[in-house]
Protein backbone atom coordinates (compact mmCIF):
# COMPACT_ATOMS: atom_id res chain seq x y z
CA UNK A 1 0.00 0.00 0.00
CA UNK A 2 1.21 3.65 -0.78
CA UNK A 3 2.41 6.13 1.99
CA UNK A 4 -1.05 7.68 1.16
CA UNK A 5 -3.10 4.85 1.73
CA UNK A 6 -1.43 4.04 4.81
CA UNK A 7 -2.01 7.70 6.24
CA UNK A 8 -5.81 6.82 5.92
CA UNK A 9 -6.16 8.30 2.57
CA UNK A 10 -6.93 7.17 -0.54
CA UNK A 11 -4.90 4.47 -2.37
CA UNK A 12 -3.47 4.75 -5.86
CA UNK A 13 -6.41 2.67 -7.39
CA UNK A 14 -8.81 4.98 -5.97
CA UNK A 15 -6.69 8.48 -7.08
CA UNK A 16 -6.53 6.48 -10.12
CA UNK A 17 -10.09 5.91 -10.32
CA UNK A 18 -11.04 9.77 -9.06
CA UNK A 19 -8.93 11.26 -11.75
CA UNK A 20 -10.59 8.61 -14.44
CA UNK A 21 -7.21 6.97 -15.30
CA UNK A 22 -6.97 3.22 -15.20
CA UNK A 23 -3.34 1.60 -14.88
CA UNK A 24 -2.38 -1.72 -16.72
CA UNK A 25 0.78 -4.13 -17.04
CA UNK A 26 0.89 -6.62 -19.71
CA UNK A 27 3.30 -9.47 -20.28
CA UNK A 28 3.68 -9.18 -23.63
CA UNK A 29 5.43 -13.02 -23.67
CA UNK A 30 2.21 -14.39 -21.75
CA UNK A 31 0.09 -11.94 -23.60
CA UNK A 32 -1.34 -11.59 -19.56
CA UNK A 33 -2.95 -8.22 -19.23
CA UNK A 34 -3.35 -6.94 -15.89
CA UNK A 35 -5.90 -4.22 -14.62
CA UNK A 36 -5.80 -1.60 -11.37
CA UNK A 37 -9.13 -1.25 -9.36
CA UNK A 38 -11.39 0.50 -10.60
CA UNK A 39 -10.84 0.02 -14.61
CA UNK A 40 -14.13 -1.55 -14.91
CA UNK A 41 -15.98 2.15 -14.08
CA UNK A 42 -13.18 3.91 -16.06
CA UNK A 43 -13.61 1.98 -19.42
CA UNK A 44 -17.32 1.87 -18.55
CA UNK A 45 -17.83 -2.02 -18.61
CA UNK A 46 -19.09 -4.28 -15.84
CA UNK A 47 -16.99 -7.43 -16.90
CA UNK A 48 -13.09 -6.92 -17.05
CA UNK A 49 -12.53 -11.03 -17.93
CA UNK A 50 -12.44 -10.43 -21.58
CA UNK A 51 -9.65 -7.50 -21.43
CA UNK A 52 -7.25 -10.12 -19.18
CA UNK A 53 -4.87 -10.46 -22.51
CA UNK A 54 -3.76 -8.26 -25.21
CA UNK A 55 -5.58 -10.08 -27.65
CA UNK A 56 -8.62 -9.26 -25.85
CA UNK A 57 -8.40 -5.75 -25.28
CA UNK A 58 -7.18 -5.59 -29.10
CA UNK A 59 -10.65 -6.72 -29.82
CA UNK A 60 -12.51 -4.14 -28.45
CA UNK A 61 -10.64 -2.03 -30.24
CA UNK A 62 -11.63 -0.09 -33.04
CA UNK A 63 -9.34 -0.74 -35.82
CA UNK A 64 -10.65 2.44 -38.40
CA UNK A 65 -9.90 4.32 -35.29
CA UNK A 66 -6.50 6.16 -34.53
CA UNK A 67 -3.43 3.90 -33.86
CA UNK A 68 -3.78 0.94 -31.11
CA UNK A 69 -1.06 0.22 -28.14
CA UNK A 70 0.68 -2.50 -29.94
CA UNK A 71 1.72 -0.37 -33.07
CA UNK A 72 2.31 2.39 -30.78
CA UNK A 73 5.05 0.39 -28.75
CA UNK A 74 6.05 -1.03 -31.81
CA UNK A 75 7.19 2.52 -33.72
CA UNK A 76 8.91 3.76 -30.42
CA UNK A 77 12.34 4.11 -30.20
CA UNK A 78 14.23 2.71 -26.91
CA UNK A 79 15.45 6.32 -24.55
CA UNK A 80 18.92 5.75 -24.03
CA UNK A 81 19.71 2.45 -22.54
CA UNK A 82 18.17 -0.24 -25.50
CA UNK A 83 16.08 -1.49 -22.68
CA UNK A 84 13.24 0.98 -22.13
CA UNK A 85 10.84 2.68 -24.38
CA UNK A 86 8.18 5.62 -24.09
CA UNK A 87 4.85 4.77 -25.90
CA UNK A 88 1.40 7.05 -26.32
CA UNK A 89 -1.88 6.33 -28.84
CA UNK A 90 -5.09 7.14 -28.95
CA UNK A 91 -7.75 4.99 -30.05
CA UNK A 92 -11.60 3.97 -30.00
CA UNK A 93 -12.68 1.52 -27.25
CA UNK A 94 -15.73 -0.86 -28.46
CA UNK A 95 -18.01 -1.42 -25.40
CA UNK A 96 -19.84 -5.25 -25.32
CA UNK A 97 -23.20 -2.21 -25.76
CA UNK A 98 -21.31 -1.07 -29.00
CA UNK A 99 -21.61 2.43 -27.66
CA UNK A 100 -17.62 3.82 -28.16
CA UNK A 101 -15.75 5.74 -26.01
CA UNK A 102 -11.91 7.63 -27.01
CA UNK A 103 -9.08 6.69 -24.95
CA UNK A 104 -5.49 8.15 -24.35
CA UNK A 105 -2.93 5.31 -23.50
CA UNK A 106 0.43 6.12 -22.50
CA UNK A 107 3.01 4.38 -20.64
CA UNK A 108 6.91 2.50 -21.16
CA UNK A 109 7.88 -0.63 -22.39
CA UNK A 110 10.69 -2.86 -21.29
CA UNK A 111 12.70 -4.75 -23.42
CA UNK A 112 14.12 -8.27 -22.86
CA UNK A 113 16.67 -10.77 -24.24
CA UNK A 114 17.42 -9.29 -27.97
CA UNK A 115 16.10 -5.20 -27.36
CA UNK A 116 12.05 -6.65 -28.24
CA UNK A 117 9.59 -5.35 -25.81
CA UNK A 118 8.18 -7.75 -23.24
CA UNK A 119 6.53 -5.70 -20.80
CA UNK A 120 4.67 -2.41 -21.31
CA UNK A 121 3.11 -0.58 -17.98
CA UNK A 122 1.42 2.25 -18.62
CA UNK A 123 -2.14 4.04 -17.92
CA UNK A 124 -5.70 4.97 -19.92
CA UNK A 125 -8.34 7.29 -19.38
CA UNK A 126 -10.95 8.63 -21.44
CA UNK A 127 -10.88 11.59 -23.66
CA UNK A 128 -14.01 12.00 -25.51
CA UNK A 129 -14.39 15.84 -24.84
CA UNK A 130 -11.13 16.42 -26.29
CA UNK A 131 -11.44 14.00 -29.22
CA UNK A 132 -14.65 15.27 -30.25
CA UNK A 133 -12.60 19.02 -29.77
CA UNK A 134 -10.02 18.16 -31.49
CA UNK A 135 -12.11 16.58 -34.24
CA UNK A 136 -13.90 19.44 -34.77
CA UNK A 137 -10.78 21.69 -35.34
CA UNK A 138 -9.81 19.28 -38.12
CA UNK A 139 -12.97 19.76 -39.74
CA UNK A 140 -12.49 23.04 -39.25
CA UNK A 141 -8.89 23.65 -40.81
CA UNK A 142 -10.30 21.01 -43.57
CA UNK A 143 -14.18 21.95 -44.51
CA UNK A 144 -15.69 25.06 -45.64
CA UNK A 145 -18.11 26.28 -42.93
CA UNK A 146 -20.67 27.62 -45.10
CA UNK A 147 -20.81 24.22 -47.48
CA UNK A 148 -19.30 21.72 -45.55
CA UNK A 149 -16.92 21.11 -48.41
CA UNK A 150 -13.13 21.02 -48.40
CA UNK A 151 -11.96 23.98 -48.42
CA UNK A 152 -9.12 25.74 -50.29
CA UNK A 153 -6.07 24.39 -48.84
CA UNK A 154 -7.83 20.58 -48.81
CA UNK A 155 -8.45 20.93 -52.53
CA UNK A 156 -4.79 21.99 -53.19
CA UNK A 157 -3.71 19.25 -50.71
CA UNK A 158 -6.32 16.59 -52.69
CA UNK A 159 -4.83 18.51 -56.16
CA UNK A 160 -1.10 18.05 -55.50
CA UNK A 161 -1.71 14.55 -54.15
CA UNK A 162 -3.61 13.91 -57.78
CA UNK A 163 -1.33 15.40 -59.92
CA UNK A 164 1.50 13.22 -58.00
CA UNK A 165 -0.19 10.29 -58.57
CA UNK A 166 -1.53 10.97 -62.25
CA UNK A 167 1.97 11.43 -63.30
CA UNK A 168 3.54 8.46 -61.59
CA UNK A 169 1.25 6.07 -63.23
CA UNK A 170 1.04 8.10 -66.57
CA UNK A 171 -2.54 8.66 -66.50
CA UNK A 172 -4.89 11.86 -66.92
CA UNK A 173 -6.55 14.27 -64.26
CA UNK A 174 -8.75 17.24 -64.56
CA UNK A 175 -9.01 20.69 -63.05
CA UNK A 176 -12.28 22.64 -62.79
CA UNK A 177 -12.25 25.90 -61.58
CA UNK A 178 -16.13 28.03 -61.25
CA UNK A 179 -17.43 30.42 -60.30
CA UNK A 180 -20.94 32.43 -59.18
CA UNK A 181 -22.09 34.96 -61.69
CA UNK A 182 -22.44 38.22 -60.80
CA UNK A 183 -22.25 37.47 -57.31
CA UNK A 184 -21.78 41.06 -56.16
CA UNK A 185 -25.13 42.02 -57.80
CA UNK A 186 -27.15 39.47 -56.19
CA UNK A 187 -25.67 40.79 -53.00
CA UNK A 188 -26.18 44.33 -53.74
CA UNK A 189 -30.09 43.36 -54.82
CA UNK A 190 -30.71 40.54 -51.40
CA UNK A 191 -28.38 41.19 -49.16
CA UNK A 192 -25.11 38.91 -47.42
CA UNK A 193 -27.89 36.37 -45.64
CA UNK A 194 -29.30 35.66 -49.36
CA UNK A 195 -26.00 35.68 -50.85
CA UNK A 196 -25.30 32.95 -48.57
CA UNK A 197 -28.10 30.74 -49.16
CA UNK A 198 -27.11 31.17 -52.86
CA UNK A 199 -23.66 29.65 -52.26
CA UNK A 200 -24.88 26.74 -50.43
CA UNK A 201 -27.38 25.97 -52.37
CA UNK A 202 -25.07 26.01 -55.84
CA UNK A 203 -22.56 24.05 -53.82
CA UNK A 204 -25.22 21.56 -53.09
CA UNK A 205 -25.98 21.28 -56.61
CA UNK A 206 -22.73 20.89 -58.04
CA UNK A 207 -22.02 17.98 -55.07
CA UNK A 208 -24.74 16.16 -56.57
CA UNK A 209 -23.12 16.71 -59.88
CA UNK A 210 -20.06 15.01 -59.39
CA UNK A 211 -18.29 11.50 -59.62
CA UNK A 212 -18.01 9.23 -56.33
CA UNK A 213 -14.27 9.28 -57.28
CA UNK A 214 -13.83 13.33 -57.76
CA UNK A 215 -13.15 16.11 -54.95
CA UNK A 216 -15.09 18.65 -54.85
CA UNK A 217 -14.39 22.06 -52.47
CA UNK A 218 -15.27 26.15 -51.94
CA UNK A 219 -12.04 27.69 -52.49
CA UNK A 220 -13.14 31.35 -52.05
CA UNK A 221 -16.05 33.25 -51.56
CA UNK A 222 -17.87 32.82 -55.05
CA UNK A 223 -15.66 30.10 -56.68
CA UNK A 224 -15.66 26.34 -56.42
CA UNK A 225 -13.48 23.61 -57.42
CA UNK A 226 -13.48 19.95 -58.79
CA UNK A 227 -10.33 17.46 -58.90
CA UNK A 228 -11.79 14.60 -61.60
CA UNK A 229 -9.30 11.59 -61.18
CA UNK A 230 -8.64 9.53 -64.08
CA UNK A 231 -10.33 12.30 -66.31
CA UNK A 232 -9.88 12.39 -70.23
CA UNK A 233 -10.27 16.35 -72.17
CA UNK A 234 -13.87 14.76 -73.45
CA UNK A 235 -14.76 13.77 -69.60
CA UNK A 236 -13.39 17.23 -68.70
CA UNK A 237 -16.20 19.08 -70.76
CA UNK A 238 -18.89 16.75 -70.22
CA UNK A 239 -18.15 17.24 -66.50
CA UNK A 240 -17.89 20.64 -66.74
CA UNK A 241 -21.46 21.28 -68.93
CA UNK A 242 -22.68 18.63 -66.55
CA UNK A 243 -22.25 21.13 -63.63
CA UNK A 244 -23.55 24.36 -65.60
CA UNK A 245 -26.79 22.59 -66.43
CA UNK A 246 -27.36 21.30 -62.59
CA UNK A 247 -27.64 25.10 -61.88
CA UNK A 248 -28.78 27.00 -64.59
CA UNK A 249 -32.13 24.50 -65.13
CA UNK A 250 -33.84 25.81 -62.03
CA UNK A 251 -33.28 28.89 -59.84
CA UNK A 252 -32.56 28.80 -56.50
CA UNK A 253 -35.28 28.93 -54.08
CA UNK A 254 -34.97 31.52 -51.51
CA UNK A 255 -36.64 33.44 -48.38
CA UNK A 256 -36.57 36.44 -50.78
CA UNK A 257 -38.14 34.55 -53.69
CA UNK A 258 -36.59 32.45 -56.62
CA UNK A 259 -33.13 33.71 -57.64
CA UNK A 260 -31.48 33.02 -61.37
CA UNK A 261 -28.17 32.10 -61.03
CA UNK A 262 -25.49 30.80 -63.42
CA UNK A 263 -21.98 29.33 -63.23
CA UNK A 264 -19.08 30.16 -65.52
CA UNK A 265 -16.53 27.18 -65.59
CA UNK A 266 -12.39 26.90 -66.80
CA UNK A 267 -10.88 24.01 -67.15
CA UNK A 268 -7.53 21.99 -67.38
CA UNK A 269 -6.74 18.62 -68.15
CA UNK A 270 -3.25 17.53 -66.37
CA UNK A 271 -0.28 17.01 -67.11
CA UNK A 272 -0.98 17.22 -70.38
CA UNK A 273 -1.68 21.46 -70.30
CA UNK A 274 -0.49 21.65 -66.62
CA UNK A 275 2.79 19.63 -65.18
CA UNK A 276 2.86 21.13 -61.73
CA UNK A 277 0.36 22.51 -59.33
CA UNK A 278 0.66 26.09 -59.99
CA UNK A 279 0.55 25.24 -63.37
CA UNK A 280 -2.82 23.43 -63.21
CA UNK A 281 -3.87 26.79 -60.89
CA UNK A 282 -2.81 29.88 -63.18
CA UNK A 283 -4.39 27.61 -66.20
CA UNK A 284 -7.45 27.06 -64.58
CA UNK A 285 -7.97 30.45 -63.87
CA UNK A 286 -7.04 31.19 -67.68
CA UNK A 287 -9.17 29.24 -69.01
CA UNK A 288 -12.02 30.28 -66.33
CA UNK A 289 -10.68 34.45 -67.50
CA UNK A 290 -11.22 33.14 -71.40
CA UNK A 291 -15.11 31.52 -70.41
CA UNK A 292 -16.23 34.80 -69.04
CA UNK A 293 -15.12 36.78 -71.82
CA UNK A 294 -16.81 34.55 -74.13
CA UNK A 295 -20.57 34.62 -71.94
CA UNK A 296 -21.02 33.97 -68.72
CA UNK A 297 -22.76 30.51 -68.26
CA UNK A 298 -20.57 28.55 -70.56
CA UNK A 299 -17.16 26.46 -70.14
CA UNK A 300 -13.61 26.73 -71.73
CA UNK A 301 -10.83 24.63 -71.43
CA UNK A 302 -7.15 25.64 -71.68
CA UNK A 303 -5.88 26.50 -74.56
CA UNK A 304 -1.66 26.65 -75.04
CA UNK A 305 -1.01 30.19 -76.05
CA UNK A 306 2.15 31.97 -77.20
CA UNK A 307 1.16 35.57 -76.96
CA UNK A 308 -0.01 34.39 -73.31
CA UNK A 309 2.99 32.90 -72.15
CA UNK A 310 4.72 35.52 -73.67
CA UNK A 311 3.54 38.26 -71.94
CA UNK A 312 3.81 36.34 -68.89
CA UNK A 313 7.77 35.72 -69.49
CA UNK A 314 7.47 40.18 -70.13
CA UNK A 315 5.83 40.24 -66.75
CA UNK A 316 8.48 38.55 -64.33
CA UNK A 317 11.54 40.61 -66.46
CA UNK A 318 9.30 43.79 -65.93
CA UNK A 319 8.98 43.19 -63.00
CA UNK A 320 12.48 41.97 -62.07
CA UNK A 321 13.86 45.40 -63.74
CA UNK A 322 11.29 47.68 -62.31
CA UNK A 323 12.03 46.46 -58.67
CA UNK A 324 15.24 46.60 -59.30
CA UNK A 325 15.72 50.41 -60.91
CA UNK A 326 13.37 51.17 -57.53
CA UNK A 327 15.61 49.34 -54.75
CA UNK A 328 18.86 50.53 -56.78
CA UNK A 329 17.57 53.62 -57.54
CA UNK A 330 17.86 53.66 -60.75
CA UNK A 331 14.56 55.95 -61.44
CA UNK A 332 15.04 59.25 -63.04
CA UNK A 333 13.38 61.87 -64.22
CA UNK A 334 12.84 63.61 -67.85
CA UNK A 335 11.51 67.32 -68.56
CA UNK A 336 9.62 67.97 -71.50
CA UNK A 337 8.83 71.69 -72.12
CA UNK A 338 5.32 73.57 -72.27
CA UNK A 339 5.63 76.85 -74.11
CA UNK A 340 2.95 79.89 -73.68
CA UNK A 341 1.07 79.43 -76.71
CA UNK A 342 0.98 83.49 -77.35
CA UNK A 343 4.87 83.87 -76.17
CA UNK A 344 6.20 80.44 -77.05
CA UNK A 345 8.57 80.84 -73.78
CA UNK A 346 8.72 78.01 -71.39
CA UNK A 347 5.88 78.37 -69.10
CA UNK A 348 6.24 74.59 -66.89
CA UNK A 349 7.90 71.62 -67.40
CA UNK A 350 6.11 68.09 -67.18
CA UNK A 351 7.92 65.61 -65.52
CA UNK A 352 8.34 62.05 -67.04
CA UNK A 353 9.54 58.71 -65.52
CA UNK A 354 12.87 57.36 -66.85
CA UNK A 355 13.71 53.68 -65.61
CA UNK A 356 17.54 52.22 -66.38
CA UNK A 357 19.05 48.43 -66.02
CA UNK A 358 22.33 48.12 -64.29
CA UNK A 359 23.92 48.32 -67.28
CA UNK A 360 23.47 51.58 -67.87
CA UNK A 361 20.55 51.42 -71.02
CA UNK A 362 17.45 53.00 -70.64
CA UNK A 363 14.18 50.54 -69.71
CA UNK A 364 11.47 51.75 -73.12
CA UNK A 365 9.20 54.71 -71.59
CA UNK A 366 6.33 53.75 -72.82
CA UNK A 367 6.45 50.46 -71.16
CA UNK A 368 7.12 51.15 -67.37
CA UNK A 369 3.73 53.31 -66.67
CA UNK A 370 1.62 50.00 -68.38
CA UNK A 371 3.53 47.17 -66.88
CA UNK A 372 3.87 48.97 -63.49
CA UNK A 373 0.31 49.07 -63.47
CA UNK A 374 -0.50 45.65 -64.19
CA UNK A 375 2.31 44.30 -62.30
CA UNK A 376 0.99 46.81 -59.10
CA UNK A 377 3.65 48.51 -58.92
CA UNK A 378 2.68 51.57 -60.06
CA UNK A 379 2.31 53.17 -56.36
CA UNK A 380 5.89 52.52 -55.80
CA UNK A 381 6.94 54.60 -58.87
CA UNK A 382 4.82 57.07 -58.02
CA UNK A 383 6.06 57.77 -54.71
CA UNK A 384 9.60 57.51 -55.70
CA UNK A 385 9.01 60.19 -58.68
CA UNK A 386 7.31 62.44 -56.40
CA UNK A 387 10.50 62.24 -53.79
CA UNK A 388 11.88 63.46 -56.79
CA UNK A 389 9.93 66.10 -58.18
CA UNK A 390 10.08 67.28 -54.99
CA UNK A 391 14.21 67.45 -54.77
CA UNK A 392 13.92 69.64 -57.94
CA UNK A 393 12.39 71.91 -56.87
CA UNK A 394 13.66 72.54 -53.94
CA UNK A 395 16.88 72.88 -55.87
CA UNK A 396 15.83 75.32 -58.59
CA UNK A 397 13.32 77.84 -56.56
CA UNK A 398 12.25 79.37 -60.54
CA UNK A 399 10.85 75.88 -61.36
CA UNK A 400 7.35 75.08 -62.21
CA UNK A 401 6.75 71.36 -63.17
CA UNK A 402 4.02 68.98 -63.41
CA UNK A 403 4.04 65.41 -62.51
CA UNK A 404 1.47 62.59 -63.65
CA UNK A 405 -0.07 60.67 -61.25
CA UNK A 406 -1.63 57.15 -62.14
CA UNK A 407 -5.67 56.81 -61.40
CA UNK A 408 -4.16 53.80 -59.19
CA UNK A 409 -2.56 56.06 -57.16
CA UNK A 410 -4.67 59.12 -57.90
CA UNK A 411 -7.72 57.63 -55.80
CA UNK A 412 -5.47 56.39 -52.70
CA UNK A 413 -5.56 58.00 -50.14
CA UNK A 414 -2.67 56.86 -48.92
CA UNK A 415 -0.31 58.35 -52.27
CA UNK A 416 -2.33 61.83 -50.80
CA UNK A 417 -1.28 61.25 -47.37
CA UNK A 418 2.40 60.95 -48.87
CA UNK A 419 2.22 64.16 -51.08
CA UNK A 420 0.89 65.75 -47.88
CA UNK A 421 3.56 64.80 -45.95
CA UNK A 422 5.99 66.05 -48.85
CA UNK A 423 4.51 69.49 -49.23
CA UNK A 424 4.05 70.17 -45.66
CA UNK A 425 7.81 69.47 -44.65
CA UNK A 426 9.05 71.82 -47.70
CA UNK A 427 7.27 74.72 -47.47
CA UNK A 428 6.35 76.92 -50.86
CA UNK A 429 7.05 73.64 -53.34
CA UNK A 430 3.23 72.80 -53.51
CA UNK A 431 2.39 76.09 -54.74
CA UNK A 432 5.25 75.05 -57.74
CA UNK A 433 3.58 71.71 -58.59
CA UNK A 434 0.96 71.00 -60.86
CA UNK A 435 -0.86 67.81 -59.79
CA UNK A 436 -1.86 65.56 -63.52
CA UNK A 437 -4.72 63.07 -63.35
CA UNK A 438 -6.48 61.10 -66.16
CA UNK A 439 -9.85 61.85 -67.22
CA UNK A 440 -10.70 58.49 -66.39
CA UNK A 441 -9.42 58.81 -62.81
CA UNK A 442 -11.19 62.02 -62.13
CA UNK A 443 -14.86 60.45 -63.21
CA UNK A 444 -14.26 56.96 -61.87
CA UNK A 445 -15.62 58.76 -58.27
CA UNK A 446 -16.48 61.88 -58.90
CA UNK A 447 -16.95 62.62 -55.17
CA UNK A 448 -13.46 61.54 -54.10
CA UNK A 449 -11.92 62.88 -56.82
CA UNK A 450 -13.44 66.25 -55.78
CA UNK A 451 -12.56 65.74 -52.66
CA UNK A 452 -8.52 64.82 -53.87
CA UNK A 453 -8.41 68.28 -55.75
CA UNK A 454 -9.41 70.05 -52.48
CA UNK A 455 -6.81 68.75 -50.54
CA UNK A 456 -4.31 69.44 -53.22
CA UNK A 457 -5.18 73.17 -53.37
CA UNK A 458 -5.25 73.00 -49.88
CA UNK A 459 -1.62 72.41 -50.53
CA UNK A 460 -1.20 74.98 -53.30
CA UNK A 461 -0.92 72.40 -55.73
CA UNK A 462 -2.74 72.80 -59.04
CA UNK A 463 -4.77 70.04 -60.70
CA UNK A 464 -4.61 69.21 -64.14
CA UNK A 465 -6.72 66.65 -66.18
CA UNK A 466 -4.32 64.67 -68.78
CA UNK A 467 -5.77 62.96 -71.61
CA UNK A 468 -8.84 65.29 -71.99
CA UNK A 469 -11.20 64.66 -74.23
CA UNK A 470 -10.22 60.69 -74.29
CA UNK A 471 -13.33 59.64 -71.08
CA UNK A 472 -16.50 60.81 -71.10
CA UNK A 473 -16.63 64.06 -68.72
CA UNK A 474 -19.27 65.69 -68.85
CA UNK A 475 -19.79 70.16 -68.91
CA UNK A 476 -21.43 69.55 -65.53
CA UNK A 477 -19.02 67.24 -63.90
CA UNK A 478 -15.94 69.28 -65.28
CA UNK A 479 -17.19 72.04 -63.24
CA UNK A 480 -17.47 70.16 -60.29
CA UNK A 481 -14.26 68.83 -59.83
CA UNK A 482 -12.71 72.24 -60.00
CA UNK A 483 -9.61 71.48 -62.04
CA UNK A 484 -6.93 74.37 -63.00
CA UNK A 485 -5.74 73.07 -66.15
CA UNK A 486 -7.15 70.32 -68.71
CA UNK A 487 -4.80 69.39 -71.57
CA UNK A 488 -6.11 68.11 -74.49
CA UNK A 489 -5.87 64.27 -75.67
CA UNK A 490 -2.84 64.46 -78.66
CA UNK A 491 -5.04 62.23 -80.47
CA UNK A 492 -7.20 64.95 -81.23
CA UNK A 493 -4.64 67.23 -81.49
CA UNK A 494 -1.88 65.73 -84.19
CA UNK A 495 -4.58 66.05 -86.81
CA UNK A 496 -5.64 69.50 -86.96
CA UNK A 497 -4.55 71.08 -89.69
CA UNK A 498 -5.73 67.42 -91.83
CA UNK A 499 -9.07 66.91 -90.24
CA UNK A 500 -11.68 68.95 -90.16
CA UNK A 501 -13.61 66.77 -87.59
CA UNK A 502 -10.40 66.99 -85.08
CA UNK A 503 -10.28 70.53 -84.92
CA UNK A 504 -13.98 71.18 -84.47
CA UNK A 505 -13.48 68.79 -81.37
CA UNK A 506 -10.41 70.83 -80.28
CA UNK A 507 -11.90 73.85 -80.85
CA UNK A 508 -14.35 73.23 -78.76
CA UNK A 509 -12.67 71.97 -75.96
CA UNK A 510 -10.24 75.22 -75.98
CA UNK A 511 -13.87 77.18 -75.93
CA UNK A 512 -15.46 74.92 -73.31
CA UNK A 513 -12.00 75.85 -70.85
CA UNK A 514 -12.02 79.35 -71.58
CA UNK A 515 -15.46 80.14 -70.40
CA UNK A 516 -14.88 77.84 -67.17
CA UNK A 517 -11.72 79.75 -66.88
CA UNK A 518 -10.14 77.00 -66.75
CA UNK A 519 -6.58 76.58 -68.28
CA UNK A 520 -5.75 74.57 -71.99
CA UNK A 521 -3.14 73.13 -72.81
CA UNK A 522 -2.82 71.10 -76.61
CA UNK A 523 -0.31 68.22 -76.75
CA UNK A 524 1.31 66.51 -79.49
CA UNK A 525 1.43 69.93 -81.44
CA UNK A 526 3.38 69.27 -84.31
CA UNK A 527 4.41 72.40 -86.33
CA UNK A 528 3.65 75.74 -86.58
CA UNK A 529 0.65 75.91 -88.71
CA UNK A 530 -0.96 73.98 -85.41
CA UNK A 531 0.38 76.09 -83.28
CA UNK A 532 -1.14 79.12 -84.97
CA UNK A 533 -4.55 77.62 -84.96
CA UNK A 534 -3.80 76.71 -81.39
CA UNK A 535 -2.89 80.05 -80.12
CA UNK A 536 -5.63 81.76 -82.82
CA UNK A 537 -9.06 79.70 -81.02
CA UNK A 538 -7.60 80.86 -76.89
CA UNK A 539 -5.25 77.88 -76.58
CA UNK A 540 -3.26 78.94 -73.61
CA UNK A 541 -0.43 76.45 -73.79
CA UNK A 542 1.86 74.18 -76.57
CA UNK A 543 3.18 70.47 -75.47
CA UNK A 544 4.65 68.44 -78.26
CA UNK A 545 7.32 67.85 -80.89
CA UNK A 546 6.81 71.51 -81.96
CA UNK A 547 7.95 72.90 -78.76
CA UNK A 548 10.38 70.40 -77.46
CA UNK A 549 11.26 66.95 -76.45
CA UNK A 550 11.57 65.27 -73.22
CA UNK A 551 15.77 65.31 -71.99
CA UNK A 552 17.23 64.85 -68.66
CA UNK A 553 18.65 68.43 -69.36
CA UNK A 554 17.71 71.27 -66.59
CA UNK A 555 17.76 74.31 -68.69
CA UNK A 556 16.75 76.61 -65.80
CA UNK A 557 19.97 75.74 -64.09
CA UNK A 558 21.83 79.40 -64.26
CA UNK A 559 24.83 78.29 -66.64
CA UNK A 560 21.37 76.89 -68.93
CA UNK A 561 18.81 79.20 -68.14
CA UNK A 562 16.06 79.24 -71.19
CA UNK A 563 14.33 82.62 -71.80
CA UNK A 564 11.61 82.03 -69.13
CA UNK A 565 10.57 79.45 -66.48
CA UNK A 566 7.89 81.57 -65.17
CA UNK A 567 4.62 79.80 -63.30
CA UNK A 568 1.38 79.28 -65.27
Given at each position: ?5 A ?6 G????I ?6 E??L?T????W ?5 A ?6 M????TG??F ?5 A ?8 A???S?P ?5 V??YEA????K??D ?15 E??KP????G????ID ?8 M ?19 D??SA????TIR??G??G????A ?9 S????I??D??A????R???R ?5 Y ?5 GN??A ?9 E?S ?14 V?T ?5 A ?15 T ?9 D ?12 F?AY??SV ?44 C?IR ?10 A????PA???LG ?9 L?L??E ?6 E ?5 N??P ?9 S?LG?L ?12 V ?6 A ?9 FV ?5 F??R?A??D??A ?8 R????D??KI?GA ?6 K ?14 AR ?6 V?E???D??A ?16 VGL ?5 P??PE????A????
Amino acid sequence: MSEIGATGGPDAGEILRIVGEAAYEWQLDTDRLSWSPHAAAVLGIADMAPLATGAGFARAIDATGGVSRLDAIQASKPRQAADVGIYEAQYAFKRPDGSTTWLEDTGRWFAGEGGKPVRACGVVRAIDARHEREQEMIKLAKFDSLTGELNRTAVIDVLSATLDETIRFRGSCGFLLAAIDNLGQLNDSYGFDITEDVIAQVAKRVRARVRGKDYFGRISGNKFAVVLTKCTPDELSVAAERLLAGVRDEPVVTSAGPVAVTITIGGVTAPRHAGTLSEVLSRSQDALAAARDKRLGSFAAYRPSVERDALRKESLRATDEIVAALNDRRISLAFEPVANAARRDVAFYECLIRAHRDDGTQLAAGDIIPAAERLGLVRMLDHRVLELVVEELLAAPELCTSVNVSPASALDPGWWSGLGALLRANSGVGERLIVEITETAAIQDLDDARGFVARAKDFGCRIAIDDFGAGNTSFRNLRRLGVDIIKIDGAFVQNITKSEDDRAFVQTMVDLARRLRIRSVAEWVQDETAAQLLGNWGCDYLQGAFVGLASHERPWVPEKKSKAAAGV
